[in-house]
């Protein structure tokens, strides 16, 4: 069973398109991440959600709108997309916000680019 | 605020050599510290962490840091690597509770036969 999944795992768009990338985590866990991973590899987190509500919101564009259905979910919708926003986007999750150094589960990525 | 600098972009190294990864953190309170492992085209996977205690920590496939408060460090190693090691890996530090994770700009190992 995958712990954390993400759909899609490729996505090609042009700019100025609106896109959504789903996260399911199967873990039982109370928080989710998304992070973003340049081309460079350097790795920075976006947001993030607690039992439904947000957490940390890292100074991204609000046209990057994270959803959390419920607590296994945590989508991420990209509105206007932009040449800058080709990344790989990863999907985490984890057991509890208030756990000291807590492991963070992946997922796979998607990797978004935008042409 | 807190930042994670790893020294080397890439570390090619021969099959069954050691290596070593080194990561500098600095932060003005407690920090937790972490090394996870990206294999090509996966997501992050941890390897080990140190929250507090024994300052040599040991994680899985071999790998091992050692917390170094006087110098700020977290660096690892691993005695002998195998060519499944070739992958990105990156140090990250959590300040207190919060989990919010800085990560480094990872290291490139690149296990050569």
């Known amino acids: 069973d995958t712990a954390v999944s993400q759909t899609p795992k490729y996505l090609v768009t042009q700019m100025g398109n609106d896109k959504s990338i789903k996260c399911e985590q199967n873990?039982?866990?109370?928080?989710m991440y998304w992070y973003k991973q340049d081309s460079k590899k350097f790795l920075k987190i976006m947001f993030s959600?607690?039992?439904?509500?947000?957490?940390i919101n890292e100074t991204v564009p609000n046209r990057f709108s994270p959803k959390s259905p419920d607590k296994a979910h945590l989508n991420l919708h990209i509105n206007s997309l932009e040449l800058g926003d080709s990344a790989v986007y990863f999907c985490a999750s984890s057991q509890d916000l208030g756990v000291a150094g807590g492991e963070q589960y992946f997922g796979p990525g998607t990797r978004l680019t935008v042409t | 605020a807190q930042s994670v600098t790893q020294l080397d972009s890439q570390v090619p190294v021969f099959e069954e050599a050691p290596v070593e990864l080194r990561c500098n953190y600095s932060?003005?309170?407690?920090?937790?510290l972490f090394w996870y492992v990206q294999y090509p085209n996966q997501g992050l996977q941890l390897l080990l962490k140190y929250l507090s205690g024994s300052t040599l920590v040991k994680g899985i496939n071999g790998f091992e840091a050692e917390f170094n408060k006087s110098q700020t460090s977290f660096h690892l190693r691993k005695p002998s690597v195998h060519i499944s090691d070739t992958a990105e890996y990156f140090c990250?530090?959590?300040?207190?509770?919060?989990?919010?994770?800085?990560f480094g700009g990872g290291t490139r190992v690149l296990v050569k036969p």
């Open positions: 990250a530090a959590e300040r207190a509770a919060g989990n919010k994770l800085t």
């Open positions: 959600y607690n039992n439904k509500e947000l957490i």
């Open positions: 873990l039982g866990h109370d928080t």
């Open positions: 932060s003005s309170v407690s920090v937790y």
